[in-house]
C-alpha cells in the first residue's frame, strides 16, 4: 500500500480534519457439580501463526546485487549475512532516494530475527498463512537503477529468485509444517499492481508455492496458481474437515493492469467464479473454510483522504478493490466462510463484512448466527500485520489457536520487535485477544459487538477501544486516531460506498 509522508497531508489537515485518517493509517479444566457428572476437558487447539507484507529488500547492500544475480537461491544465505559494504549505508540511502522510497523494508537481518522469533515463538504451529507482499516496494525501480542495461528477462528471474528465497527460507523455519503462501501487489514481475494472469511468471511461481503440498492437492494447485495465482487446500488434520482458500486479488483491485498496462476484469471475474465454486462445493461436503487474499475489501481511506475527495458532499469513496464481487461472494457464503485473513495495511485491523440477510429457502430451515440469532451474512475480516517497518509500524507476527473441530479463531497472541533495524531486537507478546477484548472467540458475532462499542464510545474511553488504539500499529501509537475515532471505526464494517457514507455523513442518510 503506497502512502506518502506528513508533509504532503500538511495541507490537507487544515481544510479537512477527516484528512488525519490517512496519518494512521500509513498506515480446560475441569469441575464437578454436586449429583452431576463431570464435564469433558475441553480439547486442545491447533494453531496457526499468520504473517504478512514481509518486503523482504535484496538491494539493502547495494553492492552485492552483482552476486546475488551470479548465485543460485542455495548461495543467498552466504551473500547476505557476510560483513555489508563499506560504502552500504551511503548507496542505499541514494537508491532510497533516487527510488523516492518513503522507508525502509526488511534486511536480511530482521527477516533472520523474525524467522528466528516465529520459530519460539510458533514452534507446534498447524500451519501457516502468509498474505501477500513478500518483496520490497519499488522493487523495480532499485533494480534497474543498479542493473541498468538488464533486460526484462533478467529482471523477471530476479524477481523470481528473490521470491524463492524468502519462500525457501519460511520452508527452511518450519520444515514440518504445511506453509500457505498468497501473492501481493508487489509481487510481480512487471510492477506494482501489474501482472498478467496465465503467463509464465505464475507458472513459475506457483510450482514454489505448491511444492510441499499433498500430492493429490498439487496438481490442481499449480494449475489454479499458473492461470491465476489462487488455489484450494484442505487444512491439516489437526483441523478437521476445513480448507484455505487463497486468492490473488491484485486482479480485482482498483488499480490493477496487464503487464502492457491495459485495463482487464476478466482474470478476476474468473477468479471470483472459482471462489464461489469453491464455497459451494465446501458447503455440500459440510467444511469449514479460510479465505486468504492480500487487498481487503472496502473503502482505501488513505487515498479518498489524499485526493479531498467529499463523501458527504457526493463524492464517491475510493475503494481497495474494483468492485463489491469478492465481498459479496463471502458474504453470501458467510455460513461456510469461517475467517477471512487480509492484510495491504501493514496495520494489525479487524474488520467485518456484512451481506444483506439472507432467508431461507423453502425446504432449508434457517441457519442461525453464532449468538443465536437469524444469520445476518457477516464474515469476521482478520487483518494480518506486517513484518516489513516502512510505516513507522514495529514488524509483527500473530500466533493463534483454531478450534480443530469448527476451524474457529479462538483467541491469538501478537508477537511485535522491540525496534525495526534487525539488531539487537527482543521478540515480545504485544498483547492477547481475549485478554485485551474479553471475548472467547474471534467471529463474525464477537467482532460485531466490539465494533458496536467502538460505535458508542466517540471517544475512545473505554477499555477495548484504548487495546485497540494502542494495538493499531505496533511500537507507533498515535493519538490522531483516538481524536478521529468515529470516522475510522465506521470503516470497520461498512464495506461499500454506500454504508460507509451513511456511517459517515448520517446527515445525508
Not at 535484496?58 to 537461491?73: E, M, R, S
Not at 470497520?492 to 456511517?503: A, E, V
Request: hydrophobic share 40%.
Amino acid at each position: 500500500m503506497k502512502h506518502r509522508n506528513f508533509a504532503h497531508f500538511a495541507g490537507i489537515i487544515a481544510t479537512r480534519p477527516i484528512a488525519l485518517l490517512s496519518l494512521i493509517l500509513m498506515t480446560g479444566a475441569c469441575f464437578a457439580q454436586s449429583g452431576k457428572p463431570a464435564a469433558p476437558p475441553a480439547q486442545a487447539a491447533a494453531s496457526a501463526l499468520l504473517l504478512s507484507d514481509i518486503h523482504f529488500e535484496p538491494f539493502w547492500d547495494p553492492a552485492k546485487l552483482p552476486q546475488l544475480i551470479a548465485a543460485p537461491v542455495s548461495g543467498w544465505e552466504a551473500i547476505l549475512s557476510a560483513a555489508p559494504s563499506a560504502d552500504q549505508a551511503q548507496r542505499f540511502a541514494a537508491l532510497q532516494q533516487g527510488c523516492h522510497a518513503r522507508g525502509a523494508d526488511t534486511s536480511y537481518a530482521l527477516y533472520d530475527s523474525s524467522l528466528k522469533a516465529m520459530r519460539s515463538r510458533a514452534a507446534g504451529a498447524s500451519f501457516v498463512t502468509v498474505s501477500g507482499d513478500l518483496i520490497s516496494h519499488a522493487f523495480d525501480c532499485k533494480f534497474k537503477a543498479l542493473a541498468p542495461n538488464s533486460t526484462p528477462e533478467e529482471y523477471r528471474a530476479f524477481v523470481e529468485k528473490t521470491l524463492d528465497y524468502v519462500i525457501d527460507e519460511l520452508y527452511q523455519s518450519f520444515p514440518n509444517t504445511p506453509v500457505y503462501i498468497a501473492m501481493g501487489n508487489n509481487d510481480s514481475d512487471c510492477g506494482d499492481y501489474r501482472l498478467d494472469a496465465g503467463g509464465e511468471f505464475l507458472a513459475a511461481i506457483g510450482k514454489e508455492v505448491t511444492k510441499n503440498f499433498a500430492p493429490k492437492e498439487r496438481q490442481a494447485a499449480e494449475a489454479s496458481f499458473s492461470a491465476g495465482g489462487y488455489y484450494s487446500v484442505l487444512l491439516p488434520a489437526a483441523i478437521r474437515n476445513a480448507r484455505l482458500l487463497v486468492l490473488d486479488d491484485i486482479f480485482m483491485s482498483k488499480n490493477y493492469a496487464t503487464c502492457s498496462g491495459k485495463p482487464d476484469a476478466s482474470a478476476a471475474d474468473a477468479q471470483v467464479t472459482w471462489l464461489r465454486q469453491q464455497l459451494a462445493e465446501a458447503r455440500a461436503a459440510g467444511q469449514k473454510v479460510w479465505v486468504m487474499g492480500h487487498i481487503p475489501p472496502g473503502v482505501d481511506l488513505h487515498a479518498t483522504v489524499s485526493k479531498r475527495v467529499d463523501v458527504c458532499g457526493g463524492q464517491e469513496p475510493k475503494m481497495f478493490l474494483s468492485s463489491e464481487k469478492l465481498a459479496d461472494a463471502l458474504t453470501d457464503s458467510a455460513d461456510v466462510v469461517e475467517l477471512a485473513v487480509f492484510a495491504h495495511t501493514h496495520m494489525d485491523e479487524m474488520k467485518l463484512l456484512k451481506g444483506e440477510a439472507q432467508p431461507a429457502a423453502p425446504d432449508q430451515p434457517e441457519r442461525a448466527g453464532r449468538n443465536g440469532s437469524a444469520e445476518t451474512n457477516a464474515v469476521a475480516v482478520k487483518m494480518a500485520p506486517s513484518i516489513s517497518p516502512i510505516n513507522g509500524n514495529h514488524p509483527s507476527f500473530t500466533v493463534a489457536q483454531v478450534d480443530p473441530s469448527s476451524a474457529a479463531l479462538r483467541d491469538y497472541q501478537v508477537f511485535t520487535a522491540s525496534n525495526p533495524s534487525g539488531e539487537a531486537i527482543a521478540w515480545t507478546e504485544e498483547y492477547d485477544f481475549d485478554r485485551s477484548y474479553h471475548q472467547a472467540e474471534f467471529n463474525s458475532s464477537t467482532v460485531s459487538r466490539l465494533i458496536a462499542e467502538f460505535e458508542s464510545d466517540p471517544g475512545a474511553k473505554s477499555e477495548v477501544s484504548q487495546s485497540y488504539l494502542q494495538d493499531f500499529s505496533a511500537g507507533s501509537s498515535s493519538p490522531l486516531l483516538q481524536i478521529f475515532w468515529p470516522e475510522y471505526v465506521c470503516s470497520l464494517s461498512n464495506h461499500t460506498r454506500q454504508s460507509f457514507r451513511d456511517c459517515l455523513c448520517p446527515a445525508a442518510r
